[in-house]
Nanobody, 122 residues
Framework: VQLQASGGGLVQHGGSLRLSCAAS????????MGWFRQAPGKEREFVAA????????YYADSVKGRFIITRDNAKNTVYLQMNSLKPEDTAVYYC????????????????WGQGTQVTVSS
């Protein structure tokens, strides 16, 4: 499975961005999809996950109520709508594919995209 993340950029405090992650290879609907992020000098941390079909979602407490994860299995794409962005959301965001829901540990995901930079100015 190959993953390609896009949609990052520079946004002001309180603004919004939508990240996309396009998958190719494998059977997309079978995979749990997750978003993680990594700020400079910090470990990669879980942001959100969505199950394969009839999807359920799960969020880190730090983004609950602000971020929304969705997927379109017909387009082999997972999205992360990020609202009310804060400077502490600044990080490289990665999408990942696995098989276990809910998995918040990076080691539970088998495939990773290349990351897209999100910068929130204060």
């Amino acid at each position: 499975v190959q993953l390609q993340a896009s949609g990052g950029g520079l946004v002001q405090h309180g603004g919004s961005l939508r990240l996309s992650c396009a998958a190719s290879g494998g059977t997309f609907s079978r995979h749990v999809m997750g978003w993680f992020r990594q700020a400079p000098g910090k470990e990669r941390e879980f942001v959100a996950a969505i199950s394969g079909s009839s999807p359920s979602t799960y969020y880190a407490d730090s983004v609950k109520g602000r971020f929304i994860i969705t997927r379109d299995n017909a387009k082999n794409t997972v999205y992360l709508q990020m609202n009310s962005l804060k400077p502490e959301d600044t990080a490289v965001y990665y999408c990942a594919a696995g098989y276990l829901f809910v998995a918040v540990d990076v080691r539970r995901y088998d495939y990773w995209g290349q990351g897209t930079q999100v910068t929130v100015s204060s």
